[in-house]
């Protein structure tokens, strides 16, 4: 059984469509496979039920992946400020347990967080904290625009700072559109050894063998 933590070096850069398309990859390879969110805050009601975002996003793509979230939090804010306003005491050890439970069946279980490493997640604890603490492999997802090398230097360095095992970097929404996005990833070698898993463009309402294509020959 294998588990991988997706975060990122920022929010809204992907981490979803990156774990959707490693699951579906991996799914097309006839692995058994799980996506788990252990927080999700944005959560939304629709004929009286309160649905995960994230979860429904997987589910345009394939009903056999099966999906787990242990706190479905209402607000897009942080799981932290989510959990504060709902009146909710998170407790990280739920997490393990049901990160744990739900791994036995599975070959693959993509595990994705929110926001980035520094992300506020329970009170004096952060993201990086949990990875920490889960002891979990973990891809970092990232974009070639202006200002993201900094970021994904920044995150590198928290990662090796607090014993994170970085499996590798995705490049996400290469469009090399601007002088800076052309130049991503010559600067990022200069500066890391990180290994690039893979660059992927940006896509508009990609169909599933499209994105399949993109992620099948990623290694996790």
């Avoid at 990859?25 to 039920?49: D, H, I, M, R, W």
């Avoid at 800076?180 to 070698?189: A, I, P, T, V, Y």
Wanted: glycine share 4%; net charge neutral.
């Amino acid at each position: 059984m294998k588990q991988i933590f997706i975060t990122g070096v920022d929010t809204d850069i992907g981490k979803t469509f990156i774990s959707i398309g490693l699951a579906l990859a991996l799914e097309k390879q006839n692995k058994k496979v799980g996506y788990y969110k252990p927080f999700q805050s944005g959560a939304y009601e629709e004929n009286n039920k309160i649905l995960a975002p994230d979860i429904e996003e997987l589910k345009k793509y394939s009903n056999n992946i099966e999906a787990k979230t242990t706190y479905l939090l209402k607000g897009e804010v942080s799981p932290y400020l989510a959990a504060k306003l709902s009146k909710v005491s998170p407790d990280i050890k739920n997490i393990k347990k049901d990160l744990e439970d739900f791994s036995k069946d599975k070959d693959v279980v993509i595990v994705e967080g929110a926001g980035g490493l520094y992300c506020p997640l329970v009170k004096n604890m952060l993201y990086k904290d949990l990875i920490s603490y889960l002891d979990i492999e973990t891809i970092i997802v990232t974009t070639p625009d202006l200002g993201r090398l900094n970021h994904t230097l920044m995150t590198l360095e928290c990662a090796k700072n607090n014993n994170i095992k970085v499996k590798g970097l995705i490049i996400n929404k290469t469009d090399n559109k601007t002088t800076s996005q052309e130049h991503f990833l010559e600067e990022l070698k200069d500066f890391s050894n990180v290994k690039i898993l893979a660059t992927i463009p940006n896509l508009k309402n990609p169909k599933k063998e499209e994105i399949i294509e993109l992620f099948k020959d990623i290694s996790i």
